[in-house]
């Protein structure tokens, strides 16, 4: 069973509000839920809608074809009417003119009226909307008092009954049975990841689609006992993040394209003084502002050299909400560990897209800080980079030790932290900061496989691809196909087991990205000489699809 429903409007008709209810109620009943949004960067006008699909069993992507519409506007209908099933129904207000069979007029805006308050027309539709799939009422009343006062939220449960009381039952749904499941974003994930992996400040400026990663943390920020500082620019935010992180704070810093631009420059001075540091890249479709409030994967290239000269770094791109909690809680470690940057990468589609995932397993997380205590140090005897075997110095805290100094900045020094432009001290540096890379390798994560053990046909993405491909892929395998995906979460350094093994046989190798160059595929090829033949890309904003996967595919490959 595999229901979807499409919610448009024009910004400021309550649409968010609306789908957050609606999600609640159907995840309460007991279905998966897989929520997408498509919004135009403007407060008010335009044309923005969010489809909801829910169903039975575990849902990892959006779907296009629509089995209700809720339209707060005439353009939603002229937009999505095409879309919309046989059996399908259209729910909007009265004073929408359209000719359709499958329309239902509700009075949503008289009935509003009658309560007296015009900003409840909202919930007359998804009064309508739940008698359609013949849900009861239970606990629909909570879900209105958890999103608004007592006041408003009996106002707007009254008018949810009422949209309930004028509509028949529709469609036969299976009982649900998921209960146990959270509902949740990648940005969302990402925020409690940095909770549960000890971060104690974060550092950021508003940048669409990054900030719902501080706005979160901001709302949580004196319950979980950290501080959440909103910075002037990125500029000050990351270097904020670095001087808390020197200073022994676990610390991160979040944005998107254009404001990590702006970090570059700091990177290079976490990179030479080998200070930990986590900074989330959200993509969104660029150069310059691009389109703001729509997704893309074009960071990848840029992200894997930004900034001047050379030093250790790992870039992680989060592929679902359960990775995105789970890898950043692994990001905060190893950047301790190595004293090294890493990036996380996501995406609008990841950050805006909800979905239903298993509780978070807190058994499985542990907090690493590798923090050197001095034992053993005579007094004024530390040295904060001395050269190891392994490449990575002893990490002491500025003032916890008594006796010894912890001296940085951001030129080449000595061991001690001192000035120098010494060949030799310069080159033994290096060596000893990029030793770090080779180091790396056994922490490197391999990519989700799923497909046929020999597959003929090698499809290699990563990051927000993984949902779509994983239902492509399932559809493909169904058919007889021989086929096979790798979605890689860890990218650099790129971990090459599984990407060697399932190639050496593939008679094709297709990367399929939402950008315009091939990103991942060029990496590839770079670091293993394991070329693609083919490439399916992707870069008008819009999240590739599992139907165009498959179409694309069975049209052009296979």
Not at 78 to 91: C, Q, W
Not at 220 to 244: C, H, S, W, Y
Not at 357 to 385: S, V, W
Request: hydrophobic letters at 40%.
């Amino acid at each position: 069973m595999d229901y979807n429903i499409l919610i448009g409007g024009a910004a400021g008709q309550g649409m968010d509000t609306l789908s957050v209810i609606l999600e609640k109620i159907i995840k309460r009943k007991g279905y998966y839920i897989f929520l997408n949004k498509d919004y135009m960067s403007r407060v008010r006008g335009g044309h923005n809608f969010t489809q909801i699909r829910f169903g039975t069993k575990p849902l990892y992507g959006h779907e296009t074809k629509l089995d209700v519409i809720i339209a707060l506007d005439k353009n939603t209908v002229d937009f999505h009417t095409e879309r919309l099933g046989d059996n399908g129904v259209i729910l909007c207000d009265e004073d929408i003119q359209v000719e359709d069979s499958r329309v239902i007029h509700i009075p949503m805006k008289g009935i509003a009226k009658e309560l007296k308050n015009p900003k409840v027309f909202g919930s007359v539709a998804i009064g309508a909307l739940v008698k359609l799939f013949g849900m009861t009422n239970t606990e629909v009343e909570d879900v209105f008092k958890e999103r608004f006062n007592d006041k408003i939220g009996l106002l707007n449960f009254e008018a949810y009954k009422r949209g309930y009381e004028i509509t028949e039952k529709h469609f036969d749904l299976q009982e649900g049975t998921e209960d146990k499941h959270i509902i949740i974003n990648s940005n969302q994930a990402i925020a409690l990841g940095a909770l549960a992996g000890g971060v104690c400040y974060y550092s950021a400026y508003p940048m669409t689609p990054g900030t719902s990663i501080m706005t979160y943390l901001a709302e949580k920020q004196e319950q979980a006992g950290i501080l959440v500082e909103q910075a002037e620019d990125e500029i000050a935010a990351i270097n904020m993040a670095i001087g808390a992180s020197y200073a022994g704070v676990r610390s991160m810093t979040g944005t998107s394209g254009g404001g990590f631009s702006l970090m570059v420059e700091a990177l290079g001075l976490a990179g030479v003084q080998e200070t930990p540091l986590v900074v989330v890249d959200v993509q969104r479709p660029s150069p310059a502002t691009g389109l703001p409030t729509r997704t893309e994967q074009s960071d990848l290239s840029f992200v894997l050299t930004a900034s001047h000269g050379e030093f250790p770094r790992m870039v992680i791109a989060v592929r679902h909400p359960e990775d995105a909690f789970y890898q950043t809680v692994r990001a905060l470690n190893i950047a301790d560990k190595y004293q090294m940057l890493v990036i996380i990468l996501g995406d609008q589609y990841l950050a805006d897209g909800t979905q239903t995932i298993a509780p978070f397993d807190f058994d499985k997380l542990t907090i690493d800080r590798h923090l050197f205590n001095g034992e053993g140090l005579k007094e004024g005897e530390y040295k904060r980079y001395k050269i190891t075997e392994n490449g990575i110095s002893p990490r002491m805290i500025p003032g916890k030790v008594p006796g010894q100094i912890v001296i940085s900045g951001s030129e080449e020094h000595n061991e001690e932290g001192r000035i120098t432009e010494s060949a030799e001290v310069r080159t033994a540096m290096m060596n000893k900061r990029m030793k770090k890379l080779e180091l790396l390798k056994d922490d490197l994560l391999e990519p989700d496989y799923f497909g046929v053990e020999e597959p003929e046909h090698l499809i290699l993405a990563w990051g927000s691809m993984h949902g779509p491909l994983r239902e492509a892929i399932a559809l493909l395998q169904e058919e007889g196909y021989s086929v096979g995906a790798l979605v890689f979460g860890d990218i650099y350094p790129l971990p090459t087991k599984l990407l060697e093994k399932y190639a050496a046989k593939a008679k094709n190798i297709i990367n399929i990205e939402q950008n315009y160059t091939g990103q991942l595929g060029k990496l590839i090829r770079q670091e293993t000489g394991i070329a693609c033949n083919k490439s399916i890309l992707k870069y008008d904003g819009r999240q590739m699809h599992y139907k165009h996967i498959y179409d694309q595919l069975k049209g052009e490959v296979l």
